[in-house]
């Protein structure tokens, strides 16, 4: 269960992010399981350019790799709903 202070605390780290790192954590929310090959087309950019902030929001606890459903070599990723610190 999550609760209000959960969701706050949540909402505050999201709050935090710069422009480009807020676009990518949106497309992971949004998309299943995306690779960063998926999030750079997304975005409409090069896949270099994602993977450094892929890592920064694994790093922060926001994101986690997953098991691709694609069946492709690509790793994915998915949001890591967020647990009180």
């Not at 780290?13 to 998309?31: M, N, P, W, Y």
Request: hydrophobic share 30%.
């Amino acid at each position: 269960m999550v609760t209000d202070t959960s969701k706050m605390a949540y909402n505050a780290d999201i709050a935090r992010l710069d422009s480009q790192k807020e676009k990518v954590f949106e497309i992971v929310c949004q998309a299943r399981h995306p690779s960063s090959r998926d999030v750079a087309r997304l975005m409409g950019v090069e896949r270099t350019s994602i993977t450094g902030r892929l890592k920064e929001l694994e790093d922060e606890g926001l994101i986690e790799k997953a098991p691709n459903k694609k069946k492709d070599p690509w790793t994915g990723h998915e949001v890591y709903w967020y647990r009180p610190r």
